[in-house]
C-alpha cells in the first residue's frame, strides 16, 4: 500500500481538462510544500512535470497546473492531448525518518 | 545534456549481492545529490536511497537498510547501490536519479532520470 492515495485510473477527451488527487497526511503532503507530480509513458523513465506544488520545470506545457488543499495535493491537465495518456505519479517529502520521499500509487490517464 | 546511464542489473539468486553503477554526464555531478528510485514490474515508483553531494548525508528506505549501501565516486561521476542479500521482492527496474535543487537547498524531487537497469531476483 503507497503512503500517497491516488485515483487509480482517470479518463478524458482531448480538449477537456482533468484533475488528479494525491491525498496525504500533514506529516507529508499537508505539512510540506514539496509535493511533486511525474508523468511516465510506457516502458519510459519518470519525467519531472510539478515541483514545489506548482512549479513547472522548463519545457513542460502551461497546460499543466498542480495545486493544494490541506492534505491533499491536485495535478490538473487542461486542453487534452493524445500525448497526455500516461502513468502520473505524485510525490512528497515526509518527516518521517524514512523515507526521504513517499510516492502515489500512479494514475492512469487514458485519452478517450 | 544531462545524462544518467545505470548499469550492473541481472538475475542473481536470492541471498545473493549485486552492485548498480550511474555514470552520469553533462552537469557538475558533485554539486547534488543523487538517489536510487526502483519500479516493480507493473508497480508503482519507490524511493530506495540517497545520497548528499559531499557523501555527508545518507538515507535508505526502511525496506533495505542494513542490506543496500549507496555511494559515490564524485571523481568518476558515479552513483553506486550495493545490494547484499537480495531477496524477491527487490526484483525491480532501478533508476538512478538526480536531486533537484530550489532556492534554499532540496526541493525533494528528481529532475532527472536514466533509463534504469533491471534487477531480477529468482532461483
Known amino acids: 500500500q503507497s503512503a500517497l492515495t491516488q485515483p487509480a485510473s482517470v479518463s478524458g477527451s482531448p480538449g477537456q481538462s482533468i484533475t488528479i488527487s494525491c491525498t496525504g497526511t500533514s506529516s507529508d503532503v499537508g505539512g510540506y510544500n514539496y509535493v511533486s507530480w511525474y508523468q511516465q509513458h510506457p516502458g519510459k523513465a519518470p519525467k519531472l512535470m510539478i515541483y514545489e506544488v506548482s512549479n513547472r520545470p522548463s519545457g513542460v506545457p502551461d497546460r499543466f497546473s498542480g495545486s493544494k488543499s490541506g492534505n491533499t495535493a491536485s495535478l490538473t491537465i487542461s486542453g487534452l492531448q493524445a500525448e497526455d495518456e500516461a502513468d502520473y505519479y505524485c510525490s512528497s517529502y515526509t518527516s518521517s525518518s524514512t523515507p526521504y520521499v513517499v510516492f502515489g500509487g500512479g494514475t492512469k490517464l487514458t485519452v478517450l | ?123
Not at chain 2, 534554499?104 to 532520470?113: A, E, I, Q
Open chain 2, 1 to 123: 545534456e544531462v545524462q544518467l546511464v545505470e548499469s550492473g542489473g541481472g538475475l542473481v539468486q536470492p541471498g545473493r549481492s549485486l552492485r548498480l553503477s550511474c555514470a552520469a554526464s553533462g552537469f557538475t555531478f558533485d554539486d547534488y545529490a543523487m538517489h536510487w528510485v526502483r519500479q516493480a514490474p507493473g508497480k508503482g515508483l519507490e524511493w530506495v536511497s540517497g545520497i548528499s553531494w559531499n557523501s555527508g548525508s545518507i538515507g535508505y528506505a526502511d525496506s533495505v537498510k542494513g542490506r543496500f549501501t549507496i555511494s559515490r565516486d564524485n571523481a568518476k561521476n558515479s552513483l553506486y547501490l550495493q545490494m547484499n542479500s537480495l531477496r524477491a521482492e527487490d526484483t525491480a527496474l532501478y533508476y538512478c536519479a538526480k536531486g533537484q535543487d530550489c532556492s534554499g537547498g532540496s526541493c525533494y524531487s528528481f529532475d532527472y532520470w536514466g533509463q534504469g537497469t533491471l534487477v531480477t531476483v529468482s532461483s
